[in-house]
């Protein structure tokens, strides 16, 4: 069994920062990827950032040059760093993980940017 463990969510307002994290623990042979996605009010489930094992990374257009993917190998730990948030950015913050060549999903973590 693989759980993934988010924190860091919460409320701040426009152009703040928030940092999510995200640590995997059980049977782990393998993390071949960690990741953010997130999930607005009537819309679909969306990538927001990804990290290879080999620690390549790939963004939406939304936030890239905003946001960071970072990861602690030795942890199996990955970071999310939100930068200028907008109220765009407001959602649920799901952490993903494919561990073991199966996918994983972490309970979510909302952010909300308001004024």
């Known amino acids: 069994q693989v759980q993934l463990m988010e924190s860091g969510g919460g409320s701040v307002q426009p152009g703040e920062s928030l940092r999510l994290s995200c640590a995997a623990s059980?049977?782990?042979?393998?993390?071949?990827?960690m990741g953010w996605y997130r999930q607005s009010p009537g819309k679909q489930r969306e990538l927001v950032a990804i990290?290879?094992?080999?620690?390549?990374?790939n963004y939406d257009y939304s936030a890239e040059g905003r946001f960071t993917i970072s990861r602690d190998n030795a942890n199996n730990t990955v970071y999310l760093e939100m930068n200028s948030l907008k109220p765009a950015d407001t959602a649920v913050y799901y952490c993903?993980?494919?561990?073991?060549?199966?996918?994983?999903w972490g309970q979510g973590t909302q952010v909300t940017v308001s004024s």
């Open positions: 990290i290879t094992s080999e620690n390549r990374t």
């Open positions: 993903y993980a494919y561990i073991n060549w199966f996918n994983y």
């Open positions: 059980g049977s782990i042979a393998s993390i071949n990827a």
